[in-house]
């Protein structure tokens, strides 16, 4: 379905991704995690026409993507929940499933379509006429995959779906993933609670750098030697060289500082 080859992101002098390859088949779970600022989210927002790759190709169902918008992959069926949720607040639950059916043929939205996915979101059928900001935090997760899915998507594409959630509130979001799982429908995930994702998964990417350095069955990667050097970045961080050269001072404080998140995220499980 999905057949991302030799994926090049860059941001100015930045490169986000440097030659990130995979692939997703109908009906899949595949997971691409990483430590903080490894390239997933740009992988992700080059699949959804949101970042313009400067090289690489990106096919969906046989037909050419790269480079094209975002509104574009929208009505091929390549939808994205995007990381923050990115929730109208002043807006009632029910205005936000609405736009996310935007895409449907003279925006039409009928009421059938609307109770078939709140089935799957129970806890929003309570609060339709509420302003979304209204909503915790879990439940502001759920609104934002529910409009996901109001655009019947082919390919969802989740960017951190349990992001600054309490353990309990990322429990119920994997939850309603794996009931995803179950109605046939194709997701691509990126997350960085990676115990959780991989047991979820499929298939898994690991990226490092802006490179795939891990791939294969959730379950081989899961057990993998190297994902948690790769996870961490426990190389030797000042000697690191990245694609622009040398790293300076400046950079590697970074990357000593997002190697410490990173270490915490993956020995806590998620990220507050």
Partial sequence: MLEVHDLHVRYGEIAATNGISLNVSNGEIVAVTGANGAGKSSTLNAVAGIVLPTSGSIRFDGQEMTARPSHECIRRGIVQVPEGRKIFGTLTVLENLQLGAYRLSSFQIDSAGIDEVLEQFPILADRLHEPASCLSGGQAQMLALARGLMAQPKLLLLDEPTLGLSPIAADDVFDLIRGLREIGLTILIVEQNVHQTLALADRAYVIE????????????????????????????????????????????????????????????????
């Fill in 209 to 272: 750098g802006g490179c795939v350095v891990l791939e294969g069955d959730a379950c081989d990667v899961a057990g993998a030697s190297g994902l948690t050097s790769a996870y961490l970045g426990m190389a030797d961080q000042s000697e690191r060289i990245w694609p622009s050269g040398r790293s300076s001072p400046e950079e590697q404080e970074i990357i000593k500082t997002r190697t410490a998140e990173n270490r915490d995220i993956f020995q806590n499980g998620n990220r507050r």
